[in-house]
């Protein structure tokens, strides 16, 4: 059958409507901008520039070859680029007809984490992530709405990148849209049909799985174990139960497309395929996605890829793993999810995003109030202490980086090892976070010290550090736009999950402090505690009594128990 087989191209050219032809040019116009741009592998890097008179080891025998799990071949893999210093990225993208939930946010910030490292590491990236406007749920949901289908999944395409901009998700090279590109994909369901791959039943036409002797390889599944996708409806005038939907015929009320088949719509899986093709070509470097697209979803795309073209290639399948609650998969059809706007609503969306690296993108990771307070808790101590570091340098007049203590050096270039070690092992955030401990309790030392008369090296070794984790978290998609605005939001979101307003606080410090000055102890410590119990922690000090959110107390104890 392979040898049979033609690749289909992206018809630019050729248009069989108006509508078409716009979002040809536009792919055109894209693609054209994204691999003009060529840019220099090695010579482009600024990463890490502080200089210092110690061993400071050359930024670029720092950066390691990286290497990705790929569930294709179930190991790690030296990750290397068809073309060189080039990287074309395909992942799928959200059905349009609500808000997002956590799940996809970890989907999209794992991704994200991966766009950015790969930057870092000089790749030029085409990361193309679709939109999925064409879909039964999108149907059902404008029904029920009384609402055009294209117009909601617009609508919820904005709310997502929205989602996406808080989440601090680069966006990405190329966004395209299903009912913008119908004529690729019914150029891809001829080339499929033409080359035996496939059949037609009334209005219909199916892929048959059994013309693709690999069918299973990604998932490990062998066709007798298939069920139909759980997206597409079983249909009894399927030659093999496997076998699923290119094209659907127009069913009343629906939104529909003219084909050489009749009015109809696509099937989900090959608006991936035909997406990736017009976009990237049938060859790129890396395809990714929730680890519950691997069946039915990449299986199909894959199949359907090698069926239009036997030139497809695709290096590296990356697949992240779920959010789980209570050690079940999150997801809309569960009825068990959170939807991003319900998470920032009472956290900050850094403190998220630091959540949900802070375990391997590969594992499953538990949702829960204790694991966003201690995120949230984490990042106001790390903004806070980077908001001092910074503080601490301006006031210093800083004009030039030199003289770095060898303790500082030897700190930075520990920390500097792990993260990029860490990173280029199949992207092991969780390990960069830990190891921030270090570079924030040197500076927190710097910083509190009293034996400081050095003011000159301790503001030089801040500044240095300051620097360093900052770079670490743009790595890792965590820098604030401020440290100031980062902490105030943080303030401001405790203060609504504590129910209190800053006044409140402020008021019940007042109230401790008359205590206090009356000996009233006991008075005293049970308004500490009343806010301790909320999320707010009181910090005495000479210059007067601090506030900053906290674990809530009744948590801490849970945390406690659990490590
Ligand atoms: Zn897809």
């Known amino acids: 059958m392979l040898n049979l087989l033609k690749c289909y191209k992206p018809s630019f050219p050729l248009c069989s409507s108006t509508s078409i032809c716009a979002s040809k040019a536009l792919i055109f116009t894209q693609t054209h901008k994204i691999f003009t741009k060529n840019l220099q592998k090695s010579t482009t890097r600024t ?6 008179n110690g061993e400071r080891k050359g930024e670029s025998s720092k950066l390691k070859e990286l290497w990705l799990y790929n569930t294709m071949s179930k190991r790690k893999e030296l990750f290397k680029p068809k073309v060189e210093g080039q990287v074309g990225m395909y992942v799928c993208g959200v059905t349009a007809y609500d808000f997002s939930h956590i799940g996809h946010a970890r989907v999209y910030v794992s991704v ?129 139960p496997a076998d699923f939907a290119l094209w659907k015929s127009a069913k009343e009320g629906e939104p529909f497309w003219e084909s050489p088949w009749g009015p109809g719509r696509p099937g989900w899986h090959i608006e991936c395929s035909a997406m990736s093709a017009a976009y990237l070509g049938y060859s790129f470097d890396i395809h990714g996605g929730g680890m519950d697209l691997i069946f039915p979803h990449h299986e199909n795309e894959i199949a359907q890829n090698c069926a239009a073209c036997d030139k497809s290639d695709i290096s590296y399948w990356i697949h992240n793993g779920f959010v ?48 966003l307070e201690s995120a949230s808790e984490r990042i106001f101590y790390i903004y806070q202490t980077l908001h001092d570091c910074e503080d601490f340098v301006s006031q210093n007049n800083v004009t030039s980086m030199g003289n770095i203590p060898p303790q500082t050096i030897d700190c930075i270039n520990n920390f500097e090892d792990i993260l990029f070690t860490a990173m280029s092992d199949d992207l092991h955030t969780p390990d960069v976070l830990a190891a921030l401990s270090d570079p924030l309790k040197t500076a927190n030392d710097l910083l509190h010290t009293k034996q400081g008369k050095k003011a000159l090296l ?26 100031t605005e980062a902490l105030q939001q943080l303030k401001e979101k405790a203060l609504k999950r504590a129910k209190l307003t800053k006044e409140e606080v402020l008021s019940k410090i007042a109230e401790r402090n008359t205590s206090r000055k009356n000996k009233e102890y006991e008075k005293s410590d049970a308004i500490r505690k009343e806010l301790a119990a909320a999320g707010i922690a009181l910090m005495d000090s000479p210059e007067g009594t601090k506030w900053r959110p906290a674990i809530p107390s009744g948590l801490q104890e849970q945390l406690a128990a659990t490590t």
């Open 47 to 52: 990463y890490c520039g502080v200089s210092g």
């Open 112 to 240: 994200d984490v991966l766009f950015r490292y790969l930057r870092v590491l000089g790749y030029e990236v085409n990361y193309v992530r679709n939109f999925t406007d064409v879909d039964d749920k999108i149907i059902s949901r404008a029904n029920q709405l009384g609402e055009d289908p294209i117009g909601l999944s617009k609508r919820f395409c904005e709310e997502f990148h929205q989602d996406m901009e808080d989440l601090h998700c680069l966006p990405p090279s190329v966004e395209p849209r299903v009912s913008d590109h119908i004529s690729h994909i019914i150029d891809m369901i001829k080339q499929i049909l033409d080359n035996g791959c496939a059949y037609k039943t009334d209005a219909d036409v199916y892929f048959a799985v059994d013309k693709f002797p690999h069918y299973g390889r990604l998932s490990g599944r062998k066709i007798g174990d298939n069920r139909a996708g759980e997206r597409v409806a079983i249909d009894t005038r399927k030659k093999n």
């Open 324 to 371: 789980t609650i209570d050690s079940e998969k999150m997801s809309k059809s569960l009825g068990n999810f959170f939807t991003i706007r319900q998470v920032i609503d009472l956290y900050h969306p850094l403190a998220l995003r630091h959540f949900l690296i802070g375990t391997h993108y590969r594992s499953p990771i538990n949702y829960s109030d204790l694991q």
């Open 458 to 483: 301790r503001r030089e070794s801040l500044g240095a550090l300051e620097k360093t984790m900052r770079n670490a978290l743009t790595i890792l998609g965590l820098m604030p736009t401020g440290y």
